[in-house]
């Protein structure tokens, strides 16, 4: 999205841009400066989204949050419920265990695992130790989720790395039997928001735009009838039915103890890269 605001200036008047991203694209000068006063449905956004600090610059707000997830655990239905990351290398899962094969994500749990910051973990080598001690139990590297219903589907795997939005869909959509489970270690956490473009010329259509899209209206006919990531609103989750899936899932105490995806400088980001990338090389020697 960032290329195509540098290259196409005046085209778009709302974008949708992840908190990791948000500061980049507002140093950049290609974000307008919002007054969330303008947004009479902001007043129902978790306060810990609303206000996060990703999303400001200088002391200024440059996105609206929007929608939000977390990247933790599923387990199969009718198996113990692990009580922290350590499980995908404990020896009851042998050969039964599916990876994330993302590089932020899965140094985030070998950071978790040892005890450090999984934005800015300073011992590489603690990390890729916990994630190699995996090595046993790896099944399956999974990249998009069509992948990874069919292999649990199909019972390759009973312990996953997954996404708490797909974790409702397949139970809803495929009715496959498990359950999203936050360790002790917290939840990988991320935040999309909603941004008006400095070179937009419909900024007040825009602000319209997006004062609908975290509305609670709509949000509660866009999660029930299609399915939507949770809502970073806490009147629209809260206007769920009690048994929502995604409602279930994304309790509004995991927004506080989630640690969500920062932004990472170009030199961190490789280093990740290239410390998976050595991961998976050992998982397949």
Same mark, same amino acid.
């Given at each position: ?109 070998? @950071? ?5 910051? %999984?934005? /800015? !973990? &300073?011992?590489?080598?603690?990390? $890729?130790? +916990?994630?190699? =001690? ?71 259509? @825009? ?5 609908? %899209?975290? /509305? !609670? &209206?709509?949000?509660?006919?866009? $999660?029930? +009838?299609?399915? =939507? ?57």
């Amino acid at each position: 999205m960032l290329t195509k605001l540098r290259t196409n200036p005046g085209v778009y008047d709302v974008v949708l841009i992840n908190s990791a991203r948000s500061q980049q694209a507002a140093g950049e000068d290609l974000l307008t400066p919002l007054d969330l006063a303008n947004y009479s449905n902001a007043s129902g956004l978790a306060p810990a989204l609303r206000d996060n600090a990703y999303l400001k610059t200088d002391g200024k707000l440059y996105g609206v949050s929007w929608v939000w997830g977390m990247n933790a655990l599923a387990i199969r239905d009718g198996m113990d419920k692990p009580e922290s990351y350590a499980a995908l290398a404990a020896p009851e899962y042998k050969n039964n265990v599916a990876l994330f094969d993302d590089a932020v994500t899965m140094i985030g749990v070998g @950071a978790f695992l040892s005890g450090q910051d %999984m934005n /800015d !973990p &300073k011992d590489l080598d603690a990390v $890729a130790e +916990k994630l190699k =001690a995996m090595k046993p139990n790896v099944k399956l590297l999974w990249s998009s989720e069509d992948q990874w219903n069919k292999a649990f589907s199909a019972g390759e795997f009973d312990l996953s790395v997954y996404w708490s939005g797909a974790a409702v869909r397949s139970q809803r959509k495929f009715q496959l039997p498990l359950h999203f489970v936050v360790p002790k270690e917290g939840a990988i956490g991320w935040l999309d928001s909603l941004s008006i473009p400095a070179t937009s010329q419909n900024q007040e259509a @825009a602000a319209k735009f997006i004062n609908y %899209m975290i /509305d !609670p &209206k709509f949000y509660v006919e866009w $999660a029930t +009838k299609i399915g =939507a990531p949770a809502s970073a609103n806490e009147k629209a989750m809260e206007e769920l039915p009690a048994d929502d899936l995604n409602r279930d899932i994304h309790k509004p105490e995991y927004i506080e103890t989630m640690t969500l995806m920062a932004p990472l400088p170009d030199d961190r980001r490789t280093a990740f890269n290239n410390l998976w990338q050595e991961v998976k090389a050992f998982y397949a020697a």
